[in-house]
Structure formats: C-alpha cells, structure tokens
T-cell receptor, first 112, second 115 residues
C-alpha cells in the first residue's frame, strides 16, 4: 500500500521568507502527484499537478518538484505571505486504482 | 468557471439515521470520486464511478452505498449512522478515464455531524 509522508507536520515562518514543504512516497509506480491547499474546515484547492514524466511545475510563487525514483516531492513557496497560511497536502495517483493517496499535510502559519 | 457542487453543505443527523449526500460534477466530467476526511485526518478514498459504473472501491463501509446517474451526478447514501461517521465528505470529478493525465477537482465538501 502506498504510504505518503509529509514533513514537517507544522511550520511557522515570518512573512517574506521562502520555504520548502516535503512529501515522500513509498511506491514510485505513480501516474502523477498533486499538491493541494486546504483552509480550516474548507475544501481542497488544487495548486499544482506533476505528471510522472515531469520534474517540476510552477505557478506564480509556487514551484513543485518531483523525483519519482527517490519517492520525493517538494513544494517551494517564495516570498511567503500571511494569506498562504493553510494546510498543504500532497497526494499521489498510483498506477493501480483511481484513488489519490494523501499525506497528512503540513500546517503552515505565516506571521506578519 | 463551473466547479464541483455538493449538497447539502452541512448536515446534522442522529445515530442510526440515514443520510444522502449529492455531488454534481463539473460539466463534461465523467468520473466522480468520493473521499471522507475525519477530524485532523487526511482524506480517505471511498469509491469512484466512471460512466455510471463503479470504477474503484476504497475503505467504504458496507452501510454506505453510492451510484452515478445518467446526468453524471452522484449520490452517497449512508445508513445506520455512527458517531464515527462525522466527517467532511468530498466529491471530486475529472474529465477522462485516462488516469495518467487528469486532475481531480474537488468540491467544497459536506460536513456531516452525527449526534
């Protein structure tokens, strides 16, 4: 069974800092990996999707990388803002089945 | 742009009651997924449908059933509700059965509270 781990579980940074969130997965047989943002009690907003054949994706201040062979992905957030405060979840789509396997998320707090 | 619609957004039920959650996918999306997220937990896959047929099954209890209708909307039926069923239930949709390329677009969720 695919296990997805996110480190750290929680992170607090001052506004303006660049930061990196980590995601690791145990089975490299994946189709893609998605990063989501979740605000408290709210739905999931897809941030970036990286196909297994890709190494990285960028959207604004966000950059996600994927190293499938080592089972790792990182989400880089540049020039963090208080509005970035949320829980960030990574999820992998394995070759078998339709389901996304989620990590437990990193809770990010950006202080003014 | 149209998003995934879920109804109701909030639901309160008593133990042993039944509940029906509805999901309306993004237009032209033919695959629907259901996930359950307990308090402080990551979302867990329950079940998915492609073209009105069940395509995959996860950790869905036998007390739950689901189906996808001809207009592609889906309903999750939950019977004999237990306290542990209190959670946020997400529906997601995607436009193609090509599992290598599609993004799953999530709805806002239905928050179910069982008392």
């Amino acid at each position: 069974k695919q296990e997805v781990t996110q480190i750290p579980a929680a992170l607090s940074v001052p506004e303006g800092e660049n930061l990196v969130l980590n995601c690791s997965f145990t089975d490299s047989a994946i189709y893609n990996l998605q990063w989501f943002r979740q605000d408290p009690g709210k739905g999931l907003t897809s941030l970036l999707l990286i196909q297994s054949s890709q190494r990285e994706q960028t959207s604004g201040r966000l950059n996600a990388s994927l190293d499938k062979s080592s089972g790792r992905s990182t989400l880089y957030i540049a020039a963090s803002q208080p509005g970035d405060s949320a829980t960030y979840l990574c999820a992998v789509k394995p070759h078998s089945g339709y389901a996304l396997n989620f990590g437990k998320g990193t809770s990010l707090l950006v202080t003014p | 742009a149209a998003g995934v619609i879920q109804s109701p957004r909030h639901l309160i039920k008593e133990k042993r009651e039944t509940a029906t959650l509805k999901c309306y996918p993004i237009p032209r999306h033919d695959t629907v997924y259901w996930y359950q997220q307990g308090p402080g937990q990551d979302p867990q896959f329950l079940i998915s449908f492609y073209e009105k047929m069940q395509s995959d099954k996860g950790s869905i209890p036998d007390r739950f059933s689901a189906q996808q209708f001809s207009d592609y909307h889906s309903e999750l039926n939950m019977s004999s509700l237990e306290l542990g069923d209190s959670a946020l239930y997400f529906c997601a949709s995607s436009p193609t059965r090509d599992r290598g390329r599609e993004t799953q677009y999530f709805g806002p969720g239905t928050r179910l509270l069982v008392l």
